[in-house]
């Protein structure tokens, strides 16, 4: 059987990471994880695995991992599928002899040789199975699918009766689901399951191209009087795209702790020492958790745990959902090698006022509720956050990771520091303080990366992601999303003057993008260009808000159709939007003050297109349409028009005497107008008079009883279909005329026509006068 001494020799020189893994998925069809600048290596379980000095002779050691040699174990497994691998760098019946030389045959594994096998298919040996969805063996030795989750069954039997199994073992990707993780065997009494007692796991960042997490986990049971001998531990990934890259198995007929032991706050308020606050350990039975152990708050009640010492963690977990607080006394600090977790039914506030010290790459598994980090977090490494609640990052945070969201929200304020990336897959970032080169997101000034590339994860039931600007806050930094059709969004909230994104935006190949200013009062700017994006899929402008496109020479020069469906999008003089999408008003305001170029078409099918600038396409106001020259009193450039039936023209006037486009609002087309409406289904003309500040009021300079003629369209090649019982004219907003509109037509132009009518009481004096007379000859009779 192995001993320890050759299993600390195998562990020490034997691991190391293989860079082909995920280009290998990759070719596949199935890599899913993005680069995150994370670091490669933690400082508890990633310094090592943790090596059992298991009492007793009675000990076995199996290993299917890595080694530096090439000879023993350079592959941790061969087979998916059903078939099995047996260990391949130690085994209690192998004894560092490679299978060749010890007689046993070759089952036929990969890319491993026949000469020299390299495994200890040893019928007695423990073996790991693979089922569940169908799975490949990746070039670098790990199990691997991207088409559901995997499950494993690892076998076992032991020439002794067990006190305890030290189970450890490293994947890549999506995670194992810890729930599935079970110990099975069978007695006189039928077949038993029994959960680990201990457990810690860590993260790290791949050491591959294509990024993702690496997952080390390790756990044991204590089975003492149990006498079980023959046994199987089951385990099952969360979901596609796991690679099971090595496992370690250690076995003893005693028991011997080498998981730190966990512990569980059950008290109210108290010192993180005070032993009373803490419920009973089944292990090991003393109350404290142990260093580096995991520890859950299950209080009853509000509760505030104070640090009288700094500790080291493995994961934190809420479990209730009353709040706590964990504080500090003279700046003790809790040093975390997992992260945070709530459960489903943690739906309170769990506040952090404690310094926290990123001792690995730490996930927060926030499932309900909110944790609120108000203590400054440092450490070399970032963190990761998923489930769907709310985790606030509060303070002025020293880490030097990166930092990425893959669900429900994080939001951001403060002067953070960290240099990794920051990635944003599912789920949403809200900034609330400026982010450039310093601030909220860090000291990096590397491009934010928004969205999961649908191609990628199509797999895992993704959504999409935004990034939300809380207040009047700019954030500097380019930002790129990934190709898709998940929704990707940018957005604000919570403004006065406004919030702004700067920096250039890179669409990449997404089809689903989605501009938010949230309220009625929110200004969401875009002043450093926006390009990419894919011809089938659309922009989308869907708050309530004002969304407005800036900077003077700036190109928006996206391929996607823009859907203006609520709020306004305003395009600023000086920009343009260049590119090759059509442009459609669709329930919200669009404005135009700067150009819009390129290709493709403008429609207003509801809603308004307004403004003082330039459109260098065609243009067509359908019926529920409404098109409003001028920003203010003005004229707007287009090319040709179609004007349907039930569409609307909104005309300002200022000045009766003025000249279009400063007395009068002008359109001034560049090639023809199409008429398509009908007696029946008539262009509704609205007309108002406005006072030079804009606000509804007299006509300068109008006399109501002369005739007067405006031009307020002029086209360079005619109008088709002009006739004027094809127009309704809307005057209630036109102050004080006392006379009839109508439309003409004047060459190549469209005239209003106001004509007035005589006044009443100069017809009643004539009528009143022929009356007198005629009484009076009556009279003389």
């Known amino acids: 059987m192995a001993s320890n001494s050759k299993r600390q020799n195998v562990i020490k020189s034997g691991w190391r990471d293989r860079l082909g893994l995920w280009g290998c998925i990759a070719a596949a069809g199935g890599a899913i994880w993005i680069a995150t600048g994370f670091s490669v290596r933690g400082s508890y379980l990633f310094t090592d695995f943790l090596n059992p000095w298991l009492d007793g002779l009675n000990t076995d050691y199996s290993a299917w991992n890595y080694t530096s040699t090439g000879n023993l174990g350079e592959y941790p497994f061969y087979a998916a599928n059903g078939a099995p691998n047996f260990p391949t760098s130690a085994a209690p019946y192998g004894d560092w002899t490679p299978a060749s030389v010890a007689g046993v045959s070759n089952p ?255 996930l927060f598994h926030i499932n309900a509720g909110s944790v609120v980090m108000n203590g400054p977090i440092s450490g070399s490494y970032g963190l990761v956050k998923d489930g769907n609640g709310t985790l606030t990052l509060a303070a002025n945070n020293t880490f030097s990771g990166g930092l990425e969201i893959e669900a429900g929200t994080v939001r951001v304020s403060g002067a953070n520091t960290y240099g990794g990336a920051t990635v944003v897959l599912f789920g949403n970032l809200v900034v609330a303080a400026d982010a450039g080169a310093t601030g909220a997101l860090g000291s990096s000034t590397s491009t934010i990366s928004l969205g999961a590339d649908s191609s990628l994860y199509e797999f895992l039931g993704g959504t999409g992601a935004g990034i939300v600007i809380d207040g009047d806050h700019t954030i500097s930094r380019p930002i790129a999303m990934e190709n898709g059709s998940f929704e990707k969004v940018l957005g604000t909230q919570h403004t006065a003057g406004g919030a702004t994104f700067s920096g250039a935006i890179a669409l990449g190949t997404a089809t689903n993008v989605h501009l938010n200013a949230a309220a009625a009062t929110d200004i969401l700017s875009f002043s450093g260009g926006m390009s990419g994006g894919a011809t089938n899929g659309q922009v989308v402008i869907d708050g309530q808000g004002t969304v407005v496109f800036t900077g003077n020479g700036r190109q928006y020069s996206y391929g996607l159709t823009t859907n203006v469906a609520s709020g306004i999008l305003r395009i600023d003089q000086g920009a343009a939007v260049s590119g090759s999408g059509n442009v459609s008003v669709n329930g919200g305001q669009l404005i135009v003050r700067g150009t819009i170029g390129g290709s493709g078409s403008v429609s207003v099918n509801s809603g308004t297109l307004s403004g003082d600038g330039t459109i260098n396409r065609q243009i067509t106001v359908s019926s529920g349409g409404r098109l409003s020259p001028g920003f203010g009193i003005g004229s707007i450039a287009t090319q040709a028009e179609t004007w349907a039936g039930g569409s609307t023209l909104h005309i300002e006037l200022t000045n009766a005497n003025g000249t279009h486009g400063s007395g009068w609002d002008q359109i001034n087309i560049t090639g023809g107008l199409d008429l398509q409406a009908t007696g029946a289904n008539r262009v509704k003309i609205e007309l108002a008079t406005v006072t030079s500040s804009g606000a509804l009021g007299l006509l300068s300079s109008f006399d109501p009883q002369a005739s007067y003629t405006w031009q307020f369209v002029s086209t360079s090649t005619g109008i088709t279909g002009f006739d004027p019982s094809k127009f309704t004219i809307d005057a209630s907003a036109f102050r004080g005329a006392a006379g009839d509109f109508s439309v003409g037509m004047n060459g190549n132009s469209l005239v209003l026509q106001y004509v007035a009518v005589p006044e009443p009481c100069a017809a009643s004096l004539i009528l009143g006068g022929t009356l007198t007379a005629f009484y009076r000859r009556r009279r003389r009779f």
Do not use: C
């Open 108 to 362: 036929g594994a990969g890319s491993w040789t026949s000469a020299n096998p390299s495994a200890f298919w040893d019928s007695r040996n423990p073996r790991i199975i693979q089922n569940g969805a169908p799975a490949f063996v990746t070039s670098s030795g790990g199990i691997y699918s991207y088409q559901g989750p995997t499950s494993f069954t690892l076998q076992g039997a032991t020439p002794y009766n067990l006190g305890t199994v030290v189970f450890q073992f490293q994947t890549e990707g999506t995670t194992v689901d810890f729930s599935s993780i079970l110990l099975k065997y069978t007695d006189a009494t039928g077949s038993h399951t029994v959960a680990p007692n201990e457990w810690i796991q860590e993260f790290s960042g791949s050491a591959s191209s294509f990024g993702g997490l690496t997952n080390r986990v390790a756990l044991q049971w204590s089975l003492g009087g149990l006498n079980i001998s023959s046994y199987q531990i089951v385990f099952i990934a969360e979901g596609s795209s796991m690679s099971l890259q090595q496992v370690l198995l250690d076995t003893a007929s005693n028991y011997a702790a080498v998981v730190p032991s966990s512990g569980k706050w059950t008290g109210a308020s108290g010192n993180w020492s005070n032993t009373s606050m803490w419920a009973q350990n089944t292990t090991n039975h003393n109350y404290l958790p142990q260093e580096n152990g995991n520890v859950t708050f299950a209080n009853s009640g509000s509760s505030t745990v104070t640090l009288d010492a700094g500790h080291s963690v493995g994961e934190l977990t809420f479990d209730t959902p009353y709040s706590a607080t964990i504080a500090s006394t003279g700046g003790a600090a809790i040093t975390s090698n997992t992260g945070i977790a709530t459960t489903t039914q943690a739906t309170g506030e769990y506040d952090i006022n404690a310094p926290f010290v990123l001792n690995a790459l730490n």
